[in-house]
């Protein structure tokens, strides 16, 4: 009985390690991605309208609903829970069940090939407007910028979303 019990708090010191160690993980991926986006905010990304506009995605990043963290082959290795009510993924799917940026959008693999390819020559993708598969009768806005590793490769792509919002009437 001594025994089992010793290995049952072995088990639970393992497993709170685990978990500690993959929350830190997340925590280190996070300050990672907003360090690249105030990076990348740093300019004006967009060019001045004469007209009043909402801030642009890649300006202001708080305005994003979700987001999804993509790999350079188009596979969403993270979604957050923002991101997947606006792109309705059901509720009951895995948190990390993997999905491809073509099955998510209404034009598929036109739609994702021509965002990583903007991502991967520009380093950031404009705001752009696309439907997701699952409600296409949603607008989404949809702007990204490229992750790198500390070494200069391409790493991921990180896509901010939001509903799209009109344009405000000046005030």
Same mark, same amino acid.
């Given at each position: 009985?001594?025994?089992?019990?010793?290995?049952?708090?072995?088990?639970?010191?393992?497993?709170?390690?685990?978990?500690?160690?993959?929350?830190?993980?997340?925590?280190?991926?996070?300050?990672?991605i907003?360090?690249?986006?105030?990076?990348?905010?740093?300019?004006?990304?967009?060019?001045l309208?004469?007209?009043?506009a909402?801030?642009?995605?890649?300006?202001?990043?708080?305005?994003?609903?979700g987001w999804?963290?993509?790999?350079?082959?188009?596979?969403?290795?993270?979604?957050?829970?923002?991101?997947?009510?606006?792109?309705?993924?059901p509720?009951?799917?895995a948190?990390?069940?993997?999905?491809?940026?073509?099955?998510?959008?209404?034009? &598929?693999?036109?739609? @994702? %090939?021509?965002? *990583?390819?903007?991502? #991967?020559t !520009? =380093?950031?993708? /404009?705001?752009?407007?696309?439907?997701?598969?699952?409600?296409?009768?949603?607008?989404?806005?949809?702007?990204?910028?490229?992750?790198?590793?500390?070494? &200069?490769?391409?790493? @991921? %792509?990180?896509? *901010?979303?939001?509903? #799209?919002? !009109? =344009?405000?009437? /000046?005030?």
């Amino acid at each position: 009985m001594n025994q089992l019990a010793v290995a049952l708090a072995l088990l639970a010191a393992a497993l709170f390690f685990g978990a500690a160690v993959r929350l830190r993980w997340r925590l280190t991926r996070v300050d990672r991605i907003k360090a690249t986006l105030r990076q990348s905010a740093g300019e004006p990304l967009l060019p001045l309208s004469p007209k009043p506009a909402p801030a642009g995605l890649l300006d202001a990043p708080d305005q994003a609903e979700g987001w999804l963290l993509v790999a350079i082959d188009g596979t969403c290795t993270e979604l957050d829970q923002g991101a997947r009510t606006l792109l309705g993924t059901p509720a009951g799917e895995a948190r990390s069940a993997p999905h491809r940026l073509a099955d998510l959008l209404v034009d &598929g693999h036109a739609e @994702a %090939a021509a965002m *990583l390819a903007a991502i #991967r020559t !520009e =380093a950031t993708l /404009p705001p752009r407007q696309v439907r997701a598969a699952r409600q296409p009768e949603v607008i989404l806005e949809v702007a990204g910028v490229n992750l790198q590793d500390p070494h &200069g490769n391409e790493g @991921a %792509a990180l896509f *901010l979303i939001r509903r #799209r919002l !009109e =344009a405000r009437p /000046p005030a």
